[in-house]
């Protein structure tokens, strides 16, 4: 590819402008999406006294819809204003479908947050003695349709959407030697640190920007981001940040440009806030912007366990688990609810830490799908990990930092000794990277024998410079997140609308003649309808569509994303849970998903 010249201050002021014109176009569409819901609360609550469900539903598909269509015109636009600079291949529509998760998400937490701010207003006005009339008129004022608010959410959801999309489209460049630079602007508003990140040299597109990061207490972090808006960074990085990535050549002229000229202000006295930045943040993470492990604040191991401990406590109070609790039989009751296995006072501060961030994802999980949440921490002396029935069980021997993982096992970190190839083939197949559904004959030497070995980026076999501090903190939390999902899905296959129903068994007991009498009687068991559900949809998935895949695509599966997901139904349904949720598309059933739509996701409350 010819060499240009790149203005890199033209290049973000470029950026600015177009960031400027998205944010403001989005603004005015959730401003009147907003001003349209507020009218409608006001009608329902002054006739009906109750916001019900359905008015969050129809909230929620409008702002889907809303998102949806600014994602879009932000990708559309950013592919432009690229192909001014040179030329990039055709736009895959596959970019815009691996941002739909985070659209999901974000749309999630408006709804949910916009519920909290209208149910916080009705009940304030009835503390104030409020009749329905004036509660109407009060939640009319509620913040939670404010402009103000319509241009917060328009800000944050267009700057993190441009951000990725110029990443997307920068891998598309046909660079020979691709490279990117920090840019942000050079103004009084610019957090102190970003503007120390222009000073420093471009690096690889593949490699992350090492930012560091002032904490609480005036301390300093590492946070590592793949570009500038990189959730990763955690809030302190991402909210209200104006920094964007210019991406280029190793060749190209790239200069420095002169700055916007502006009219000379009045002196003022500066303002110096210190940066805070409160502990609730610390370690953020969420389902659509999971943490890394590189990116981790190592936390106290004892405040922690109290943490957990506490949380549990809380968990285990549920009303949903007494169902399992009063089964007769006794099968389905596990000693370790509300409990926290004295093992964990074994962990590392960062094993400590890597589990606080997988329960807090758990929990989100809980919340979305409408089941209780994680009731205990147990121990585990056969498997990695079990789960039951709300009791998450750990097998210390593989939870460390990465050590035990089925990566490092062929890579001796204490003397950075990288394996041959030759050995790597014959006992881990790097191939089986290459898995995808539907396409890959199914076999133990073509498939992972589970979903988890498909955080392995295939790349770091073959480059031995990748494998360092930072992959194997990646890899293993990211290990540890595959596996905690595989076993929330046995969770949630258990408690997913759970019901109670009676049955007949028979008791034995002896006479006082010493005989024995039989007596029937009803008692009333969970009623745990998705189990059966399943064994009945993959039964029949097995036997037909299975059976025609096999025979027509050279023994290829479109149900099995692992070797392990074959076992049985619920191993199905747990690995094909974890491989969704970890964004693993290519290995996930189509069928699974319509299951879990048509099962699950539809019947949501």
């Known amino acids: 590819m010819a060499k240009i010249k790149i203005d890199r201050r033209k290049y973000y002021r470029e950026s600015l402008r177009l960031y400027a014109k998205l944010s403001g176009n989005f603004t005015r569409t959730l401003d009147k999406l907003f001003i349209s819901q507020k009218k409608l609360a006001v009608r329902r609550y002054a006739k009906y006294e109750i916001i019900g469900d359905s008015f969050y539903f129809g909230l929620a598909t409008k702002l889907h819809k809303a998102f949806d269509k600014n994602a879009k015109q932000v990708f559309e636009n950013s592919k432009q204003m690229t192909q001014r600079m040179r030329e990039i291949k055709a736009t895959d529509k596959e ?17 949910q947050t916009t519920k909290i701010m209208i149910e916080r207003s009705i009940v304030s006005s009835l503390n104030d003695g409020l009749g329905t009339e004036d509660t109407a008129k009060r939640l009319a004022e509620s913040s939670a349709f404010s402009r103000q608010r319509s241009r917060v959410i328009a800000r944050t959801e267009t700057h993190q ?12 460049m046909n660079l020979k030697k691709p490279v990117k630079k920090w840019a942000s602007a050079l103004d009084e508003r610019t957090r102190g640190w970003h503007r120390d990140m222009n000073s420093k040299p471009a690096i690889g597109i593949d490699e992350m920007f090492m930012v560091l990061t002032p904490t609480a207490g005036g301390a300093i972090t590492e946070r590592f981001m793949s570009y500038t808006g990189d959730p990763a960074g955690g809030a302190s990085n991402v909210i209200q940040c104006r920094c964007f990535t210019l991406y280029y050549d190793q060749d190209d002229d790239v200069i420095e440009g002169a700055t916007t000229a502006k009219k000379p202000r009045k002196p003022r006295k500066p303002k110096v806030k210190p940066v805070v930045i409160s502990p609730a943040k610390i370690n953020e993470t969420s389902l659509a912007k999971p943490i890394q492990g590189s990116a981790l604040q190592i936390e106290s191991g004892a405040k922690v366990r109290k943490e957990l401990k506490e949380r549990i ?45 997988v329960m807090n994802e758990l929990d989100e999980l809980s919340d979305f799908y409408k089941i209780p949440k994680i009731s205990g921490l147990g121990g585990e002396s056969n498997y990695t990990a079990s789960m039951g029935y709300g009791v998450l069980n750990i097998n210390k021997k593989y939870y460390d930092a990465g050590k035990q993982s089925g990566f490092t096992k062929y890579w001796n970190p204490k003397e950075n000794q990288f394996v041959s190839k030759d050995w790597l083939n014959k006992h881990k197949n790097v191939k089986l990277a290459d898995y995808k559904i539907g396409q890959t004959p199914y076999s133990k030497a073509t498939v992972f024998h589970g979903v988890n070995d498909y955080t392995v980026n295939k790349k770091i076999f073959s480059n031995p410079s990748l494998i360092n501090e930072k992959a194997i903190q990646d890899l293993s939390l990211a290990q540890k997140r595959a596996v905690a999902y595989h076993e929330f899905a046995h969770h949630l296959h258990n408690s997913f609308k759970a019901g109670t129903k009676k049955i007949s068994r028979t008791r034995f007991s002896r006479t006082p003649t010493g005989g024995v009498e039989r007596n029937l009687e009803e008692i ?18 097995r ?3 299975e059976l025609e895949s096999r025979r027509e695509n050279n023994g290829a599966s479109v149900l099995f994303p692992s070797y392990y997901s074959s076992t049985n139904e619920f191993e199905w349904f747990a690995e094909n849970f974890s491989a969704y949720h970890m964004g693993f598309k290519d290995v996930t059933s189509p069928y699974f998903v319509k299951f879990l739509k048509k099962e699950v996701l539809s019947k949501i409350d």
Do not use: H
Not at 96 to 104: F, G, K, S
Not at 161 to 172: E, P, V
Not at 314 to 336: C, E, L, M, S, T
Not at 526 to 536: E, N
């Open 95 to 111: 970019d815009l479908e691996l941002y739909n998760p985070v659209i999901a998400e974000n749309v999630t937490q408006v709804t």
């Open 161 to 172: 959407a441009m951000n990725y999309a110029n990443n997307t489209i920068a891998k598309r």
């Open 313 to 357: 406590e809380k968990n285990n109070a549920d009303p949903r688990y007494k169902i399992f609790r009063d089964d007769p039989q006794g099968r389905k009751v596990n000693k370790g609810s509300g409990k926290v296995t004295l093992t964990l006072s074994k962990y590392t501060d960062r094993e400590l830490t890597e589990l606080k961030i």
């Open 543 to 545: 036997r037909t569509v």
């Open 524 to 541: 009333v068991v969970p009623d745990m309808q998705l189990r059966g559900k399943l064994r009945k949809e993959l039964t029949e998935l």
